[in-house]
């Protein structure tokens, strides 16, 4: 099975910080990476998909970027809305699909 | 506008059942995979089981293998979950997400059914 970690697992970060969260597989999952963007009580938002690919709608002030099985997260001049739970998730086959355990940025 | 709504969540007894039905609408839902992903209180995400379009295919996490079944009725949109031998680890908000609808990644998210283990 894929094993997926996440560090750090809390960060503290101030508004119009640039943060950057790493995620690493166990084994090669080439680009099939996506993150995702928690609050509390309400379902994940996806960000990024294929490693580096923003979603429709998702701020140019996040990036991702990486292939094989390290992977980061980058967020630019960190705004309020963004204070949240950040996931990876690797799904380079349909029949199993990892998540990361996930990443609370909260303010310093 | 995609939309996904799960319903049947609730308390059950260790040991016991739960079904949750996802009902999809806003895309052509037999054109595209679709997962059950859980959310513990408190904890992070779970992939719980993927189901191909037709049906054909299903997977699992190894942890419910044997107990949870995935399936859909592709003629009235809905995706749903079998849940049996219910432990109280299995206590969790069970998300109904697509796969692919817009982009390669698990872009669409219900709001979620809470379904409690509990004695």
């Known amino acids: 099975d894929i094993q997926m970690t996440q560090s750090p697992s809390t960060l503290s970060a101030s508004v119009g910080d640039t943060i950057i969260i790493t995620c690493r597989a166990s084994?090669?999952?080439?680009?099939?990476l996506a993150w995702y963007q928690q609050k509390p009580g309400k379902a994940p938002k996806l960000l990024i998909y294929?490693?580096?690919s923003l979603a429709s709608g998702v701020p140019s002030r996040f990036s991702g970027s990486g292939s094989g099985t390290e992977f980061t997260l980058t967020i630019s001049s960190l705004q309020p809305d963004d204070f949240a739970t950040y996931y990876c998730?690797?799904?380079?086959?349909?029949?199993?699909?990892?998540f990361g355990p996930g990443t609370k940025v909260d303010i310093k | 506008e995609v939309q996904l709504v799960e319903s049947g969540g609730g308390l059950v007894q260790p040991g016991g059942s739960l079904s949750l039905s996802c009902v999809a609408s806003?895309?052509?839902?037999?054109?595209?995979?679709m997962s059950w992903v859980r959310q513990a209180p408190g904890k992070g995400l779970e992939w719980v089981a993927n189901i191909k379009q037709d049906g054909s295919e299903k997977y699992y996490v190894e942890s419910v293998k044997g107990r949870f079944t995935i399936s859909r009725d592709n003629a009235k949109n809905v995706l749903y979950l079998q849940m049996n031998s219910l432990r109280a680890e299995d206590t969790a908000v069970y998300y109904c997400v697509t796969y692919g609808v817009v982009v390669a990644g698990s872009d669409y998210w219900g709001r979620g059914a809470l379904a409690i283990v509990s004695s």
């Open positions: 998730q690797q799904y380079n086959t349909y029949s199993l699909f990892t």
């Open positions: 084994q090669s999952i080439n680009s099939w």
């Open positions: 294929k490693a580096s």
């Open positions: 806003g895309f052509t839902f037999n054109k595209y995979w």
